[in-house]
């Protein structure tokens, strides 16, 4: 029987940047290696448990929902792919669930991800899409305190802003916050988009 490798990053959804989408590599030629466990697209849903168990407490505690392995896009802006930043398909390619691009470059309210963590453009890793999520509010003062149950909305950079108590539906709004919202902090989000599945 053939040895088959076994990826590291499945034990720590939050602490992976990866050159490939199996997220093996030949060590001379950078070629990518199919070890058979991994590859883009595949999603999975996992309960509160099991998401606490693949977390990287480094990072930060992951929340029960859906996550997809994808590949952040070769032009999204480095700065806002990071923990807790919301991410878009790309503007102006075929549309594709696993190929996602910062809040800047990407179709705003089209299939919103939350990124786990800091993942190298170019390079493949974890978001989350549905679900529970750990979103980071702006640095900027919040257009509202927001109090848990309130709409939170993405903007510019990806972060998240509590704005006022509304009933009005914007295409920035990701879901409804579960903790108070506080400057540069993170909270937890109860994401509101059906993912479509691909």
């Not at 309960?47 to 992951?62: D, F, H, P, V």
């Not at 999520?133 to 149950?149: D, K, N, R, Y």
């Not at 903790?179 to 993912?195: E, F, G, N, Y």
């Amino acid at each position: 029987m053939a040895k088959t490798q076994t990826l590291p990053t499945w034990l720590c959804l939050n602490a992976c940047d990866d050159k490939t989408a199996s997220g093996f590599a030949d060590v001379r030629t950078g070629e990518e290696i199919h070890g058979g466990a991994l590859n883009l697209g595949d999603y999975f849903d996992l309960t509160e448990a099991e998401a606490k168990q693949l977390s990287y407490l480094t990072t930060g505690t992951l929340h029960a929902g859906r996550y997809r392995r994808v590949q952040v896009d070769s032009g999204a802006t480095q700065a806002y792919v990071k923990t807790g930043t919301i991410g878009y398909m790309v503007s102006g390619l075929q549309p594709n669930l696993n190929v996602v691009t910062s809040y800047d470059k990407g179709i705003v309210g089209v299939h919103p991800v939350v990124f786990l963590n800091a993942i190298t453009v170019g390079n493949f890793g974890f978001v989350q899409e549905m679900g529970i999520a750990t979103c980071l509010c702006q640095a900027a003062a919040l257009s509202a305190v927001g109090a848990a149950g309130n709409l939170v909305n993405a903007v510019a950079t990806g972060v998240i802003d509590a704005p006022a108590a509304t009933t009005t539906w914007t295409q920035n709004i990701v879901g409804i916050q579960l903790d108070p919202a506080m400057i540069a902090t993170k909270i937890r989000v109860s994401l509101l988009w059906v993912a479509q599945q691909g």
